[in-house]
């Protein structure tokens, strides 16, 4: 079922806030990891999603507690996200069996 609720969106100096960094850091962190785009308006200014405050959350954590260079957060982030989709590709097809082992059943 999809949710048709707007996302609620942060600017920039909000996000900045929430996290403790500084905005040019958020700007930067942009360039580096493909997956932070966020939302511009016509006007070119900057929204932040709750993904994306989820995956800013998750790069602050690598770079400033585990300690992780730039190189190292990119690649922890790229091997969770495909864990994630071999985890949902697999869901997906146990789910499968379970319908056809259940159809035979009748």
């Known amino acids: ?4 609720k707007p996302q609620k969106t942060y600017k920039i100096g909000q996000i900045a ?4 960094l500084k905005p040019f850091v958020l700007r930067f962190w942009e360039t580096e990891f493909p997956a932070l785009k ?11 999603t709750e993904d994306h405050l ?3 959350k998750s790069i602050q954590h690598l770079m400033h507690t585990e300690g992780m260079t ?8 790229a091997e969770h996200k495909r864990q994630n ?5 697999v869901r997906r097809e146990l789910e499968e ?3 056809l ?6």
């Open 70 to 77: 730039l190189e190292g957060a990119r690649r922890k982030l």
């Open 54 to 56: 989820r995956l800013l």
């Open 1 to 4: 079922m999809k949710n048709d």
């Open 85 to 89: 989709e071999l985890k949902t590709l």
């Open 101 to 106: 082992l259940s159809s035979e059943d009748v």
């Open 97 to 99: 069996i379970r319908h």
């Open 17 to 20: 806030a929430l996290l403790g």
């Open 38 to 48: 966020p939302i511009r308006t016509p006007k070119g200014q900057r929204l932040y």
